[in-house]
């Protein structure tokens, strides 16, 4: 029997900013489209002593499980340029573009006694991501970017853009016993967005207003909702009737 219920085989989901610099300079992405340059100047084998390529020394040029990675999902590029000198007692972040969202923190109570010793940072993003058929997907930082010594940490999480719609940055800076700095240019991922489907993904961009802007945040944060859980319930039993 024909089941007019079957779900479709792909899925779409739009990125949108008011942002021109963001849109022109820094879209969001495919994840294919960021492989790192040290990956992609790897040859596949080693050589062996006559010089030719020695395939039993294979490279992570083809790496299953790196390649499988880069197939899938989008990638969050920084919009910005930006200098986070740590100290101590604090530190101080200095954005170059105008115009563009700046960071914040959150204070420390949220997570008691975890991350001792880390200042938190949060990079609020100028993009809203929307996705309509309740996909869940990984927000990880793309590690084989990262400067593993140096880099800030960026935490993990699983989000859904049905029921939310922002992409800020939560990061970690280690406090160290003299001060550092940690430079972010413009274009360099931080964020790989992994659906967690085995359905096709379909992705746009978007250049709109900043009233636009304005009420899709006001849509997924209605005054008088509550809690993003709370907004979740409510939403999903709208849809229900």
């Known amino acids: 029997m024909f089941n007019i219920f079957k779900k479709s085989s792909t899925f779409k989901i739009d990125a949108y900013t008011c ?3 963001a849109f022109n300079y820094t ?12 990956w992609v100047d790897l040859p596949a084998a080693g050589k062996d002593s006559r010089g030719f390529p020695d395939f039993r020394n294979r490279t992570m040029k083809t790496c299953v499980g790196f390649v499988d990675l880069f197939k899938i999902g989008l990638v969050v590029e920084y919009w910005d340029d930006l ?34 010793r880390h200042h938190h940072i949060k990079l609020n993003s100028p993009w809203l991501l929307r996705e309509k058929t309740n996909i869940p997907f990984l927000f990880c930082p793309p590690m084989w970017h990262m400067d593993l010594i140096n880099a800030p940490k960026i935490m993990t999480g699983i989000v859904n853009f049905k029921y939310q719609s922002q ?3 939560n990061m970690f800076l280690p406090i ?7 430079k972010i240019k413009r274009g ?8 967690l489907t085995e359905r096709t993904m379909e992705f746009q961009n978007h250049l709109v ?16 909702c ?6 979740k319930r409510l939403l999903a039993r709208a849809v229900e009737r």
Request: no cysteine; proline share 12%.
């Open 83 to 116: 200098v986070i000198t740590v100290k101590k007692d604090g530190y101080t972040a200095e954005h170059r573009l105008q115009g563009m969202p700046k960071s914040g923190s959150h204070p420390n109570f949220q997570w008691g006694r975890g991350f001792p």
């Open 188 to 195: 360099t991922p931080l964020i790989h967005l992994i659906p």
């Open 209 to 224: 207003s900043p009233g636009e802007i304005d009420t899709m945040n006001r849509s997924f944060n209605p005054e008088g």
């Open 176 to 182: 160290r016993e003299k001060p550092y700095q940690i």
């Open 226 to 231: 509550g809690t993003y859980p709370e907004r």
């Open 27 to 38: 879209p969001v992405v495919k994840a294919h489209h960021t492989l790192p340059s040290w």
């Open 19 to 21: 942002s021109e610099s």
């Open 167 to 169: 992409v800020n940055i």
